[in-house]
């Protein structure tokens, strides 16, 4: 099936520092999804993309979709101790979702 | 409140016995999903419904088995044919071409 590639795993910064995450895919999406995971909790909806070179920011949060509708990037400014979590990138396909492994990021106060 | 709430919190099953999860949301949406999670792995799709009295399987659908007799509630039954049980279940519904949007989880574990 579909498969996305998020990189970086996991990510180990200083509190105020900058993020930055991507997904790939060998597959076009028409919609990318990004959420954010607490321990113990179902995932929560940061941003949606539906337009090929949308950029979108949400607060501290950007993502764009990119040109090529195979990849999209979630960036966090000046991160804080809440924004510690596991980030998951999501395209949209045929009526299902294709979710990546997800970025987990540990802040170090 | 509107939402979906997912129960039990969490489930222990021995071994060779059948379990439901719990799906409720009062949303209105028309598309149900369930997902499983294990540890640092990324969701994959179980069953999804569009409708009500229709659903398909999705990635990993050996071992469940769901239904859909109401538009708000879409239990998911994890059978004894389920070899390896323990994990994070996720549910989901949307509306058109809405985003997903996911309940609190069940954990599963085995006795």
């Known amino acids: 099936g579909q498969q996305l590639n998020q990189s970086p795993q996991s990510m180990f910064i200083q509190e105020g520092e900058d993020v930055s995450m991507n997904c790939t895919s060998s597959?076009?999406?028409?919609?990318w999804l990004w959420y954010k995971q607490d321990p113990g909790e179902g995932p929560v909806l940061l941003i949606a993309l539906y337009k090929a070179g949308e950029l979108t920011s949400n607060g501290r949060l950007t993502a764009q979709f990119g040109i090529t509708r195979k990849d999209s990037f979630l960036n966090i400014s000046a991160s804080i101790p809440s924004d510690v979590g596991i980030y998951f990138c999501?395209?949209?396909?045929?009526?299902?979702?294709?979710f990546g492994q997800g970025t987990r990021l540990t802040i170090n106060p | 409140d509107g939402g979906i709430t997912q129960s039990p919190k969490y489930l222990f099953r021995k071994e060779g016995q059948n379990v439901t999860l719990s799906c409720e949301q009062n949303l209105n949406h028309d598309a149900m999903y369930w997902y499983r999670q294990d540890p640092g792995q990324g969701l994959r799709l179980i069953y999804y419904s569009q409708i009500v009295n229709d659903f398909q399987k999705g990635d990993i659908a050996e071992g469940y088995s769901v239904s859909r007799e109401k538009k708000e509630s879409f239990p998911l039954t994890v059978t004894s044919a389920q070899k390896n049980p323990t994990a994070f279940y996720l549910c989901?519904?949307?509306?058109?071409?809405?985003?997903?949007?996911f309940g609190d989880g069940t954990r599963l574990s085995i006795l």
């Open positions: 597959s076009i999406f028409n919609t």
């Open positions: 989901a519904s949307s509306t058109g071409h809405q985003p997903q949007h």
């Open positions: 999501a395209g949209l396909g045929a009526q299902k979702l294709v």
